[in-house]
């Protein structure tokens, strides 16, 4: 019985890979001086997960940027307008970094490929683009190197790959394709790549290969699962041993359902599946199957997304049953391990009690190993882990810092008109007008300017005590004093003060609100070299005090135009932090929602009539399949009007949100009531636009005209025409023009023209749209 996992966190104990991608972007890490950083980070993952007594290592997982920009790679299906960066100094191992990164990233004349989140993850893929003339061809370079490189250390390997039916559920129409294009139809041409692939896996000496089919555990129609039956007759039906390895097939985040029979029915040799959460229910779905007599099943029984240490006693018991549903059955972590820190040993500040709660990716390891040593040689041999795990888990239940009596009766008070602003938003958006007095075209930014290296050093001199609080705050408001005098140079409309005291927008709160426990290693990648530390919500969530006024309110201070003040709604405070899985979301949400009331309420007081509370993860939460979305929606709107219903009605208040599709929840996002909504828009070509007008959304719209996380500096004339592309679904008068998102990981150097181009570009349009108005 083996101990295997998915994946592994890429960035190494320190952020090595971080820091020489982005150095290898400024010129000062060489592609040579790159791949070298990523092979010891590799072998050093290896050599680790080998240790704490992994028997299969997974190989093809680990990625400079994103693992689904690696099956584009793989697959060939680069786009047009990115080819010639792979052939553009003639070094090849250079240009391939370079062509790689440039999709990612963009350049100055290409755009990048479109960045939405990995089902209900905070991680982003970079979305396919495929047309009727894509023609794939196989480059498995990576893959099957990856794979040599961990045989060469003497260790089992089993190469990863994204599995041809979820690379094309998860693809869109390229640019040039006709917009009902369904890059599904290309299933036929691509699974002869896949077959080349797996060959050459084979001749490396893979043994396994796990594809993996996330895609399936989502509603799926009958042509939908009938490809993924056909493309896994057709791999499974190649002789095994010559043309392929044997086949695992892994799914994750959900229960299968209607697409597992048609998996355990395939010519393939195992399957991988997710026994968590709300997959815990393809444990009765596979017994209805008939289980996988003579196949592998690779059992996911330890959490592969949140951080609570295991019940080792309760996966020990569904192993116990699946051992009857299938020929063998291995240990793993429910998906791969990329979404949790890396060590939580490294975590020595915080109380060692509650550490003990706790499993990053090194402790999930040693779970899935010694859970593998119980199922094969019984729960004696591990009975002293298995006793300080029943001691942590009782631990944990009985600890004051999960409940706080006064928290709970105030959340258990709410009412429902606690959760509605008195007025309707028509007289709102009156008293707004009277109010703010703002012109046609608002130009705003979504928060975030640029942390600059200062910022950065000032805040680790202020942890490590080479400056006082003074000197510090001091900093702070220099650079609100230069952010805001730059917007009004600029010419924007409704100001902001640029959060230079802020970390980031989930942690920062998490540092003030009680019930929440930072980490200081705990980094989890989002994106490329994005990375963040998710804080942990182990308790009853508390404020003592305010957590944003002091800045907003200086900043307001500084200038006579309209400062927004900017929060992190409860719904994403709750995505994008590890939460705690002792009782229902709904409620960890309310208390969340209650603490932002009283902040929202002190912004108001000190005299902030914009209130931006933001809700990116309120799409990336919505669940996989359809039949719980109508609860979940129920009760992370309400939580938004929790904490924005005791607003005034000259009280702006505005939602962001980015990175995810969000045409199918246009009414959720109706029902949160905000006066105005900000969404990311500029990689799809403002497609959110359309979809705003086309659903008749009856409230205010910023469809970002400014890609932030490129390079790319839009001129413009590129700005104005994306305004104008928005103005034929959103009218003039409820349209605002701002960027896709904050502004923190880009540079001034960049930021400066992107602005100055966006307001200028509003002041064009709404020059022609005020002429035309004289004239009429």
């Not at 230079?500 to 490329?528: C, I, K």
């Amino acid at each position: 019985m083996t101990a295997t996992v998915y994946g592994y966190p890429r960035q190494g104990p320190h952020r090595e890979l971080k820091k020489a991608v982005e150095g290898h972007w400024k010129g000062r890490v060489t592609a040579a001086e790159l791949r070298a950083t990523a092979a010891g980070l590799r072998r050093a993952a290896w050599r680790q997960l080998a240790e704490a007594g992994i028997d299969e290592v997974p190989t093809g997982d680990f990625s400079y940027y994103d693992h689904v920009l690696d099956t584009t790679v793989m697959v060939g299906a680069v786009p047009a307008r990115h080819r010639a960066a792979f052939d553009a100094t003639g070094d090849p191992e250079a240009d391939a970094l370079d062509g790689y990164f440039a999709m990612a990233r963009g350049t100055r004349d290409a755009a990048p490929l479109e960045m939405t989140k990995w089902f209900d993850t905070n991680y982003h893929y970079l979305v396919p683009e495929l047309g009727p003339d894509t023609v794939f061809t196989p480059h498995p370079h990576k893959q099957v190197s990856e794979l040599e490189e961990a045989l060469a250390l003497g260790l089992a390997a089993r190469p990863v790959l994204v599995g041809p039916v979820t690379y094309l559920l998860l693809a869109k129409p390229a640019p040039d394709a006709p917009a009902d294009f369904v890059p599904l139809t290309l299933l036929d041409r691509l699974l002869p790549v896949y077959a080349a692939v797996l060959a050459d896996l084979r001749a490396a000496g893979a043994e396994w290969v796990q594809l993996d089919e996330p895609a399936l555990v989502q509603d799926r129609t009958p042509a939908e699962l009938n490809a993924a039956a056909r493309a896994y007759r057709e791999l499974g039906a190649l002789p095994v041993g010559t043309a392929r390895p044997r086949l695992l097939v892994a799914s994750y985040f959900d229960r299968l359902g209607e697409a597992l029979p048609v998996l355990a029915k395939a010519p393939v040799d195992g399957l991988a599946l997710d026994f968590t959460g709300p997959a815990a229910a393809n444990l009765a779905d596979l017994a209805a199957a008939g289980g996988l007599p003579g196949k592998r099943l690779v059992a996911g029984v330890v959490d592969g997304r949140n951080v609570w240490i295991n019940n080792l006693e309760a996966s020990l018991a569904t192993l116990g049953t699946l051992l009857g549903l299938a020929g063998r059955v291995d240990v793993a972590a429910s998906c791969s391990l990329l979404h949790v820190p890396l060590d939580a040993g490294a975590e020595r500040d915080m109380d060692p009690q509650v550490a003990r709660w706790l499993a990053f990716a090194r402790q999930k390891t040693e779970e899935i190993a010694a859970l593998a040593r119980g199922l094969a040689q019984g729960p004696d041999t591990i009975a002293a882990r298995l006793a300080a795990n029943r001691a942590d888990l009782a631990s944990r239940a009985a600890s004051a810092l999960t409940r706080d009596p006064a928290v709970r009766a105030r959340s258990a008070a709410v009412t429902d008109a606690d959760t509605r602003r008195p007025q309707a938003y028509p007289q709102r958006a009156a008293a707004q007008r009277a109010h703010l007095k703002l012109p046609l075209l608002p130009t705003t930014t979504i928060g975030s300017f640029p942390q600059t290296a200062r910022l950065r050093a000032a805040r680790a001199d202020l942890r490590a005590g080479r400056i006082g609080r003074p000197a510090y705050e001091r900093l702070i408001e220099a650079e609100i004093r230069e952010v805001i005098a730059y917007q009004e140079k600029a010419g924007l409309d409704v100001l902001v003060h640029g959060e230079p005291e802020r970390n980031d927008m989930v942690q920062y709160f998490a540092e003030q609100l009680g019930g929440y426990l930072a980490t200081r290693h705990g980094w989890v990648q989002s994106y490329g070299t994005r990375y963040v530390r998710p804080p942990v919500l182990a308790g009853d969530v508390t404020r003592p005090g305010p957590m944003t006024v002091r800045w907003a309110a200086y900043a307001r201070s500084l200038t006579d135009r309209p400062v927004k003040g900017m929060l992190t709604g409860p719904v994403t405070m709750l995505a994008w932090s590890f939460v705690r899985d002792d009782q229902p979301l709904a409620d960890t949400a309310r208390q969340v929602a209650l603490a932002l009331r009283d902040e929202v309420a002190d912004l108001e007081a000190a005299g902030i009539s914009v209130v931006q509370v933001d809700e990116p993860a309120l799409r990336e939460t919505l669940p996989l399949r359809a039949a719980g979305r109508a609860a979940y929606l129920a009760w992370a709107t309400e939580a938004f009007r929790l904490a924005t219903g005791g607003t005034r009605p000259d009280t702006q208040v505005h939602t962001h949100m980015c990175y995810a599709e969000f045409g199918d929840i246009l009414p959720a996002i109706e029902d949160l009531d905000a006066d105005v909504i900000s969404l990311e828009a500029a990689r799809s070509r403002l497609r959110i636009a359309g979809e705003l007008g086309g659903a008749g959304y009856p409230r205010e719209a910023g469809p970002g005209v400014y890609d932030i996380h490129s390079p790319r500096v839009p001129d413009e004339a590129e700005t104005a025409g994306l305004i104008e592309r928005a103005l034929e679904s959103v009218p003039a008068d409820r349209l605002w023009i701002n960027p896709d998102c904050g502004l923190k990981t880009r540079d001034w150097e960049e930021v400066r023209p992107a602005l100055e181009h966006m307001a200028a570009a509003a002041r064009r349009v709404r020059a022609r749209l005020d002429s035309r108005h004289t004239e009429s």
